[in-house]
Nanobody, 123 residues
């Protein structure tokens, strides 16, 4: 079973940008889509964005629309979530995950998860 290793994140100021990466182990990414979720303290895990691995077409949830960009590099087996104009509400642990579905927006549609990375936005 492939593994997902996340990097990026940390402490940033409101209005800043940050990029998260999610690298899949192995020679090729064997799933159909890679998604990103976030979970703030006391809240449920929320869909941020996902990307179909074959076409590279992304689709976004409400938190990401117009501010975040998701892309993937098939050679590197890595997805990149570029987040801009961050605000305090973006503070959360961000998770990448792999799905056997082309379009998946619920956590239960994902089979493999990264370790999570903290993004903290300060004022």
């Amino acid at each position: 079973q492939e593994q997902l290793v996340q990097s990026g994140g940390g402490l940033v100021q409101a209005g800043d940008s940050v990029r998260l990466s999610c690298a899949a182990s192995g020679d090729t990414f064997s799933s159909l889509a890679m998604g990103w979720f976030r979970q703030a303290p006391g809240k449920e895990r929320a869909f941020v964005a996902a990307i179909r691995w074959d076409t590279g077409r992304p689709y976004y949830g409400d938190p990401a629309r117009n501010r975040f960009t998701l892309s993937r590099d098939k050679v590197e087996n890595t997805a990149y979530l570029e987040m801009t104009n961050l605000n305090l509400e973006d503070t959360a642990v961000y998770y990448c995950a792999a799905s056997g579905m082309w379009v998946a927006k619920r956590p239960d549609q994902y089979k493999t998860w990264g370790q999570g990375t903290q993004v903290t936005v300060s004022s």
